[in-house]
Structure formats: C-alpha cells, structure tokens
C-alpha cells in the first residue's frame, strides 16, 4: 500500500529565502507524481507534473525533481515570497488511470 | 473558463437528508474522480470514471453513489446524510494521452447539522 509523506507539517520563513519541500513514497512502481498547492478554503492548484521517466520539471521559481529508486521528491521555491503561503501538496499515482496519493501537505509561511 | 466546476460550492443540510453534488470539465479530459478532504485536510479518492465506466470504488458507504451521464460530467448523490459526512468534496479530472496531470474543481463544503 502506497504511503506518501510530507515533513514537517509546518514550515515559516523569512521572504527571499530559498527552500526545499520534501516528499516522500513507498512505492517506487509510480507512473507520476504532482505536486499542488492549495489555498485555505480554495481547491488545488496543479505547480508540477514529473512522469515516472523524467528527474525534474521547472515551472518559473518552481523546480520539482524526482528520485524514484529512494522514493523521494523535493520542490524547490526560489526567492520566496508572501504570496507563496499556502499549503504543498505531494501525490503519486501508480498508473495512468490510477487514484492520487496525497501526502498530508506542508504549511508554508513566508514572512515579509 | 472554468476547467472543472462544482456545484454547489456551499452545502448546509440536516441529517438524514438526501443531496447531491455535481461536477463538470469542459477540458475534453476522459477520466473524472471524486475525492473527500476530512477535517484534518487529508484527501482520500472515493471514485474514478473513465469513459463513464467506474474504475475505482474505494472502501466508501453505499450511501454515496456516483454517476456519470456522460465523459465530461460526474456527479455525487448522497443518500441519508450523517454528521459523520461533513467534509471538503473535491471533483478532479485527467487525460491519459497527456500524462495524467490531474485537474481539480474549486470543492463543495458539506456540512450537516
């Protein structure tokens, strides 16, 4: 059974600073893995989509990158700014008609 | 343009009610799934179509029926209502050929008294 897991739970920094998200998997037979952000009160929003085959997907200040064979995900958000407070969420899926794995998401606070 | 839309957004009802959720994508995309966000913000899949044809039924009450009249609708009935089933429903929706990026609607909030 596939497990994903996001710590810590919680995470403030100060605005400019780089930082690392990290995501984790148990199962390393995945066929992707998205990362979203959600907004409190608000749906999902899709940042990035890594397939099984690629290491890393870049979208602006956004990097995600993929190490299948330890089961890890990272999304990187460079300069960081108030406007990126908001839930991160990792998720896998199996196969290409498969259910999403959601991690329990990172808080993230950026301070002005 | 909303990709995939929800209605209703909001949601109070009592217990024992029946009621229904529903879910479009105008994004041409061939699968649609229903997910439910508990209070502790976990999301956990209830149901996958593809095509129309349930691929996924996950370990939900037979109170909760989905339908899908066609591949750009999916819809959520709920029958007999329980405090129990307050909770964020999510609707999203996916195309195999273009890597299964998943899309999702903005949520309903349920919520029984």
């Known amino acids: 059974k596939q497990e994903v897991t996001q710590i810590p739970a919680a995470l403030s920094v100060p605005e400019g600073e780089n930082l690392v998200l990290n995501c984790s998997f148990t199962d390393s037979a995945i066929y992707n893995l998205q990362w979203f952000r959600q907004d409190p009160g608000k749906g999902l929003t899709s940042l990035l989509l890594?397939?099984?085959?690629?290491r890393e997907q870049t979208s602006g200040r956004l990097n995600a990158s993929l190490d299948k064979s330890s089961g890890r995900s990272t999304l990187y958000i460079a300069a960081s700014q108030p406007g990126d407070s908001a839930t991160y969420l990792c998720?896998?899926?199996?196969?290409?008609?498969?259910?999403?794995?959601f991690g329990k998401g990172i808080t993230l606070s950026v301070r002005p | 343009d909303t990709a995939v839309s929800q209605t209703p957004k909001y949601l109070v009802t009592q217990m024992g009610n029946d009621k229904s959720i529903k879910c479009e994508q105008n994004?041409?995309?061939?699968?649609m799934y229903w997910y439910k966000q508990d209070s502790k913000k976990f999301l956990k899949i209830m149901f996958s179509?593809?095509?129309?044809?349930?691929?996924i039924n996950e370990t939900v009450p037979n109170r909760f029926s989905p339908k899908s009249p066609d591949k750009a609708h999916l819809n959520l009935h709920i029958n007999s209502l329980e405090l129990g089933d307050s909770a964020v429903y999510f609707c999203?929706?996916?195309?195999?050929?273009?890597?299964?990026?998943?899309?999702f609607g903005q949520g309903t909030r349920l919520t029984v008294v």
């Open positions: 998720a896998v899926r199996r196969g290409a008609n498969s259910k999403l794995t």
């Open positions: 890594i397939q099984s085959s690629q």
């Open positions: 994004l041409g995309h061939d699968t």
């Open positions: 179509y593809n095509n129309k044809e349930l691929i």
């Open positions: 999203a929706s996916s195309l195999i050929e273009r890597g299964g990026r998943a899309f």
